[in-house]
């Protein structure tokens, strides 16, 4: 049925309920896989060469609602890329942490061992004693070096 200018603004009112019951409305309620595959099929996306820009269109019988589709469609995009690139910082936080973490750790046993080896010198009686290997740090090349030396200096007194 096709209405008249007059009849196409007709208020939901007790006096024109009448012009509205003569109107032969239908409604169809689709279900969300078909409305899905509706906008899929009506939505055309094209990736601009050399750059990260897509361009979407969408055709639709009914223009305003083409533009709240696609305004929403563009506030879920934003909504996600956000979400998304949170997720991706929250991970690099936690990565570096536990590098930190990692690094910290290694300190201390360090120092804990440099500790322990200036407890042993200090209190070893006898000055040809060295101390043992587990004390000196593998990666201290500077410590090796001197325990090492010493070694030396003190093999050559004993001879």
């Known amino acids: 049925m096709t209405l008249s200018d007059d009849e196409a603004y007709v208020p939901f009112e007790p006096a024109t309920l009448e012009v509205i019951q003569a109107s032969h409305y ?3 309620f689709h279900s969300r896989e078909h409305l ?4 899929q099929a009506a939505l055309n996306v094209e990736n601009i060469d050399f750059t990260s820009i897509l361009n979407v269109m969408l055709t639709d019988e009914i223009e305003q609602r083409a533009k709240v589709f696609m305004d929403t469609l563009t506030v879920t995009y934003i909504d996600y890329s956000r979400r ?8 690099t936080l936690d990565n ?13 046993v360090s120092k804990q061992s440099v500790l322990a080896l200036e407890s042993y010198l200090s209190k070893s009686v ?3 004693v060295l ?13 090796a070096e001197s325990i090492a030396k010493l070694r030396s200096k003190q093999t050559n007194l004993e001879i």
């Open 26 to 28: 239908e409604i169809i």
């Open 131 to 143: 101390p043992p290997y587990f004390y000196i740090e593998k990666s201290d090349g500077y410590l």
């Open 36 to 39: 899905i595959g509706k906008y």
């Open 126 to 128: 006898d000055d040809r």
């Open 84 to 91: 998304v690139l949170l997720e991706v910082n929250q991970n």
């Open 96 to 108: 570096i942490q536990r590098q930190i973490d990692t690094v910290r750790r290694f300190i201390e």
